[in-house]
């Protein structure tokens, strides 16, 4: 029986449990090897903090927050099962303000109306940002602000409570997990300077984006000490600045479509940031955690994939079990890499489809793989793996960049998806690491979609390095034209499919 002027549909945000009342679980020691990203724990605990946050799954319409959070496109029409529902619940008011009053919202930016029927007395329409990798920059920025301004159209319209829903839509291509970064960064960040009046915020998640929460919340909202100190390894380098905003400078660095570009407006990279920060789960993934202690959780698989990885290998030997996945993975690469050094590979070095060419711009070494001259069918898979560790383990040692060319292949020179990640999951961490950029040049349809696959459920930790570019031209951003060494038939067809652009002015 309900009781007596209560609505069934609407929930009650105040009984919600907060953040803080949640039982933290118990994470996985730090492997000792294990870089320390920060000196200090980044963000302390924080009980009066954790208590304004609560984690929900479900319609977000049904919340009696005073304001809730909607997200739209920039003609505020969007398409999708969300909108639909909203606009149904508020009833036609809400539409006709938007449409005859707020009319437009540019990305990034907020607008606010009335939730008319809704449980909520406020709706706060933003317009997230597209995601483009040569853009990254841009759509992290716009993202931040999405949020950023959210909250500050909360505290001026004096609200005690929020809803807020997940901006960074997969429709829109942008990576599950480097969005829950920007929005727990930014939101730890508001609170911590603007928040006393903010006293619940809660964040309506689906089913692609709670596992993520919930791994990263700790991170950025720590309830003990021990997750507060996982903070200084799993956090990654770069915590934007006072507001969270992203402030890296290599992720400022794009390759544009004019390759006369002025260099100049390229910012200097920052040699000293661990780049390795990615996702796992997401439909386009990176959240850059790295090689860190989540990743060695055998008990939990989608945890490991998050944050950077997926254990080797699986058993119940008790004998073998007392090794770690990592000691496993070590050992087998040292074998391998004994091997590689002693054994005859001839047959493989004489093909050619995988050498050092030069350096780029900023003196990473270039690591050239010719896709057409590599024969999945006929190639010697076990002499090609030590091949390509023993042309690889001593430049991986610093930052390095690897450029594939995808011109003219046939099936004959697919790899298989399990060979591939046998591959990954061999080659050490300092290959995953160091790598700072791999650039796919003449992708076709299926590269682009195995690439996609591959990146998002086998090797997050790599996705946000992977690039997709049209034409040589693309490369002349990054490295002179005198460092890379390609062969006459890629030329020959850039040329028929680009024309002859990708020459700088002056050039023979």
């Not at 954790?50 to 505020?76: F, Y």
């Not at 997926?310 to 090794?323: C, G, I, K, V």
Request: charged fraction near 25%; glycine fraction near 6%.
């Amino acid at each position: 029986m309900e009781l007596l002027g209560v609505n069934p549909n609407i929930v009650d945000i105040w009984t919600l449990p907060s953040w803080g009342e949640v039982e933290p679980s118990s994470p996985p020691p730090v492997p000792t090897h294990q870089t320390q990203h920060h000196a200090a724990p980044p963000f302390k605990v924080n009980a009066t903090l954790n208590k304004k946050i609560c984690l929900w799954t479900g319609d977000i319409t049904r919340l009696n927050a005073e304001a809730i959070l909607h997200c739209t496109n920039e003609t505020l029409n969007e398409q999708n099962g969300y909108t639909e529902r909203l606009h149904f619940k508020a009833g036609p008011e809400l539409k006709k303000e938007l449409f005859s009053e707020v009319k437009v919202c540019r990305t990034g930016d907020v607008c606010v109306t009335k939730g008319y029927n809704l449980p909520a007395r406020y709706v706060i329409h933003t317009v997230g940002p597209k995601y483009n990798i040569k853009y990254q920059t841009a759509a992290e920025c716009a993202l931040h602000l999405c949020y950023r301004r959210t909250l500050e159209c909360a505290l001026e319209h004096r609200l005690h409570s929020l809803a807020v829903c997940v901006v960074n839509s997969v429709r829109r291509g942008y990576p599950p997990d480097q969005g829950a970064h920007i929005a727990i960064r930014t939101l730890r960040k508001f609170l911590e300077g603007w928040g006393n009046g903010l006293d619940r915020v809660i964040l309506v998640l689906d089913c692609i984006d709670i596992s993520i929460y919930h791994i990263l919340l700790p991170l950025y909202f720590p309830r003990t000490e021990l997750e507060e100190n996982y903070g200084c390894y799993m956090l990654p380098v770069d915590l934007g600045d006072e507001y969270g905003e992203p402030v890296i400078a290599d992720r400022q660095i794009r390759i544009i479509d004019n390759p006369q570009h002025k260099y100049e407006d390229l910012l200097q990279i920052k040699t000293d940031v661990d780049d390795s920060l990615d996702l796992a789960t997401q439909f386009q993934s990176s959240v850059n955690i790295g090689d860190h202690a989540f990743a060695h959780m055998e008990e939990d698989i989608d945890k490991q994939r998050l944050l950077g990885g997926q254990p080797a290998y699986t058993t119940a030997d008790p004998e073998t079990a007392s090794l770690t996945t990592d000691q496993q993975r070590k050992e087998k690469y040292e074998r391998l890499l004994r091997r590689a050094k002693t054994e005859d590979l001839s047959e493989i070095s004489g093909i050619g489809c995988l050498y050092q060419t030069g350096v780029d711009k900023f003196g990473r070494p270039v690591i050239v793989f010719i896709g057409k001259w590599f024969n999945f069918t006929q190639i010697n898979l076990d002499k090609a793996l030590l091949y390509l560790i023993h042309l690889l383990d001593p430049l991986v040692r610093g930052d390095y960049v690897i450029v594939y060319f995808h011109t003219i292949t046939g099936s004959e020179n697919h790899p298989s998806l399990a060979w591939i990640r046998q591959v990954y999951d061999v080659l050490e961490y300092k290959y995953k690491k160091n790598l700072k950029a791999f650039y796919i040049v003449h992708p076709t349809l299926w590269t682009k979609i195995m690439t996609w696959w591959f990146t998002t459920f086998m090797a997050p930790q790599i996705k946000h390095k992977v690039h997709s570019v049209p034409g040589v031209e693309y490369l002349y951003e990054i490295m002179d034209m005198d460092q890379l060494e390609i062969p006459a038939y890629i030329t020959e067809h850039d040329m028929t499919i680009n024309g002859i652009r990708y020459y700088k002015p002056g050039s023979t």
